[in-house]
């Protein structure tokens, strides 16, 4: 089985995605609609004639709106009734015939979760399923080809506790597996966020690895299955200059930091910064003596595309486009993919 190639791309940076990127591609997740009401909303219209030349170029590839993401509301409420529900996964197909969409990406951040200051309910678990369904039915209804119906969910256990996705894959083509921010804005301590196997002496047992096996024995079949790559970093600062700053306590939380583009320009051993590598963790990190940078390159990109393919799962995906002008990351993948 050939491992799929998926990029997060926002909607206003659809205009950024060059030709040659396009091909490497297998789908495209625009982000992203949001939930207003029971019914998503999204500001396609000022992209259609972007979405016509990306069609134009390479029809097979699929485009999906994604819905959600960090802060957006709206899913808790949509799903607690069946009027709601139905109200939501009809706007979801209206979207798709509206903009010759190939299906619909869900990305809530979290069901039963409030942290991200959104609207959370214990029903959640059991809602988020009959959200699923209602979607699947819509997007089946009279349709000449199956859309697709996708999930993005959290790196951690968290999200298989709060979610019931041994049953919600009966309704999914595949479940994106958000192998990032592992370790990030709740921690005071230095590590990696992105890594995919946890080191032995990390005091935190969170991993790509760690968050595959935990989907695994949520139900989730392993050719549906897809593990995520990060464009970006995250970073804290204030931390002391021992072990090269890993596993610290930092001065502050470990917040969004530089893009890989910048990373490359002014930090991957420049002004200060060395790159090290966890062989263990199979993860890069940057330290000045003062502030840590965890983030993905090509070297742990081509270990997590080996690991999808020894696993036997469907593919990687990636967050987000716009994070590397450098297009060295999207090769790095496409590459990896494609060697035997």
């Not at 921010?181 to 995919?196: A, C, E, I, P, V």
């Not at 047992?205 to 989907?215: F, I, Q």
């Amino acid at each position: 089985m050939r491992q799929r190639l998926i990029g997060y791309v926002g909607i206003r940076d659809l205009k950024d995605l060059i030709s040659d990127d396009i091909e490497l591609l297998d789908g495209i997740n625009l982000a992203f609609g949001k939930v207003e009401n029971n019914m998503v909303v999204c500001g396609l219209d000022a992209v259609r004639d972007e979405l016509a030349r990306v069609r134009a170029q390479k029809p097979e590839l699929k485009i999906v709106l994604s819905v959600g993401g960090w802060g957006a509301g709206g899913f808790s409420e949509a799903a607690y009734t069946a009027e709601g529900r139905r109200a939501f996964a009809r706007s979801c197909r209206a979207i798709v015939d509206e903009y010759k969409l190939d299906g619909i990406d869900i990305d809530w951040e979290y069901p039963c979760i409030s942290i991200a200051g959104i609207g959370a309910s214990p029903e959640d678990k059991e809602n988020f399923t009959r959200l699923l369904g209602e979607i699947r039915q819509e997007l089946d209804r009279d349709a000449q080809e199956r859309y697709l119906l996708s999930i993005a969910g959290g790196g951690d256990s968290y999200y298989t506790r709060c979610t019931e996705l041994g049953k919600a894959c009966e309704y999914l083509d595949y479940v994106q597996l958000m192998s990032y921010d592992l370790r990030g804005g709740f921690s005071l301590q230095s590590g990696h966020h992105t890594n995919l196997y946890s080191n032995q002496a990390d005091l935190q047992k969170v991993s790509t690895d760690e968050g595959v096996k935990a989907y695994l024995e949520a139900g989730v079949p392993k050719e549906k299955l897809i593990i995520g790559a990060a464009f970006y970093s995250r970073w804290w600062k204030g931390v002391a200059d021992v072990n090269h700053g890993w596993m610290q306590h930092a001065r502050e939380a470990g917040v969004y930091g530089p893009d890989f583009g910048e990373l490359e320009e002014q930090y991957v051993n420049k002004n200060g910064y060395t790159r090290y590598w966890d062989d263990e963790a199979k993860a890069p990190y940057l330290f000045d003596g003062n502030t840590f940078i965890s983030y993905d390159d090509e070297q742990s990109l081509a270990e997590k595309v080996k690991y999808a393919k020894e696993k036997g799962l469907a593919g990687v995906m990636f967050w987000e486009y716009k994070c590397d002008p450098t297009h060295t990351l999207i090769q790095a993948l496409s590459n990896a993919i494609k060697e035997d």
